[in-house]
């Protein structure tokens, strides 16, 4: 009984690995939220890459020194859905990768390929011991890299102050902080907001509640000073999903006064007011281009490419090198024009997560990619309702944040959105497993 007493006393060991990979996860966090080089060609989203790419590396690598402490065969454990999500994942990576080698543009695709693999390992980090192991910190340094980004956003629409000189075709381009551009920024405050409403809803201790309160302030600042009403319809979903598994049946009234502050948001501020406005008279005078933002082009064009290639699609990374010929052909055939008020602009993503994949990679990876995103929310949501813990409900809150946005954006395919919403994803997987034994490993 002696040793046993003396056993349980001890206090547990530091996994060095385990460590340095939590270490490697917030300089990438804080890196591809605030990194900037102005001598680079692409000066946001270059640096941002690297860093995302040669730290989720490193992180990885830390976290197969430490490998021997995680439990053996995890996808083996917990339902059906939460191994089929895994399988379904593995598919579409697998089938990328083909669609990579077979593409009439291999370099590009391979070049893509290559990125779209590194930054895949962030769902088995996420699903490993680095990210509960580090969660306080992963959390504090995204919530407060978000922060930094919403105020210096304030101050650029004030007029007050910018980081950067900035060539752009309006001032609101003129937002986006140290994300770029005011949809990325956009996306990423309403994935941390939800994040900052999740704790402050759930958090035991008032200063953590304080910091998140103040997160969400922030965040919410930014949103309104970029007026970018699809960042502001995921906010939505995501605070809707977060206050639905929360306070389930009393949902109602939490669920109205988030409604009314985004419509007192859109009504106090003058310039979404005006955007709001517009999207009105869009809808009213059936203008579809503009009620979806001119979005119709790379749409087609996507659809388009997927009808031509279907098996393979045209390679990971290669919508931006097709679009205008496919946009053209899908005006042919549909006898119709896709047009963007800046007649100058192009299109390098789809617009839409789901539907990129059916263009580059195929119809059949673009089925399994869909199949393990929805697979995963579903199981999300299922594991929120039945164990309810504040972690569960938080990510599947973001997950859905995430999800919304993939819809008219591209949360996936830049690294300031993909490396939070990856991590957040193979979390959510790893806690999907119902069971005692499994909740108390985790």
Known sequence: MGKKKRAAADPPRRDPGAIAAGVF?????????????????????????????????????????????????????????????????????????????????????????????????????????????????????????????????????????????????????????????????????????????GVLMTAPRARVRAGAAAALVLDAAGLLVNRNLTALMALLAGASVLLVLRFRRRAALPLGAAVAAVGLAVLAYAPLRYRARELTGAVASNHWDAVVSFRGGPWAAALEMSRRRPLLGYGPGTFGAEYIAHRLAAEIRLKRRFVSPLVTSSYAEAHCDYLQVFSDAGTPAGVLAVGACGGLLVLAVATAW?????????????????????????????????????????????????????????
């Not at 993909?418 to 005692?436: E, M, N, Y």
């Open 25 to 197: 996860l917030c300089v990438v966090l804080a890196g591809t939220a605030l990194a900037v080089d102005t001598r680079a060609g692409a000066a946001f989203d270059a640096p941002k890459r690297a860093i995302a790419v040669v730290g989720t590396a490193l992180a990885a690598a830390a976290a197969v020194a430490s490998a021997h402490r995680l439990p053996r065969a995890p996808w083996r454990i917990g339902p059906p859905l939460r191994r089929a999500t895994l399988v379904l994942a593995a598919g579409a990576l697998l089938l990328a990768l083909v669609s990579a080698l077979a593409s009439p543009r291999r370099a590009l695709a391979l070049d893509s390929m290559r990125t779209i693999a590194v930054l895949a390992l962030l769902l088995p980090l996420g699903a490993s011991r680095v990210v509960p192991n580090a969660r306080r910190a992963l959390m504090t340094v995204f919530l407060a890299a978000s922060a930094v980004n919403a105020v210096v956003a304030v101050l650029e629409a004030r007029g007050v102050w910018s980081p950067f000189r900035l060539q752009t075709t309006g001032t609101r381009q003129e937002t986006g902080a140290y994300a770029g551009n005011v949809g990325y920024l956009a996306i990423v405050l309403a994935m941390s907001a939800v994040l900052a409403l």
């Open 386 to 442: 039945r164990r309810p813990t504040p972690e569960a409900i938080v990510l599947t809150a973001v997950l859905a944040t995430g999800a919304a946005a993939a819809l008219t954006w591209f949360p996936l395919q830049r690294p300031i959105t993909a490396v939070p919403l990856l991590l957040v994803a193979g979390r959510a997987w790893k806690i999907a497993d119902t069971s005692p034994d499994a909740e108390a490993s985790a």
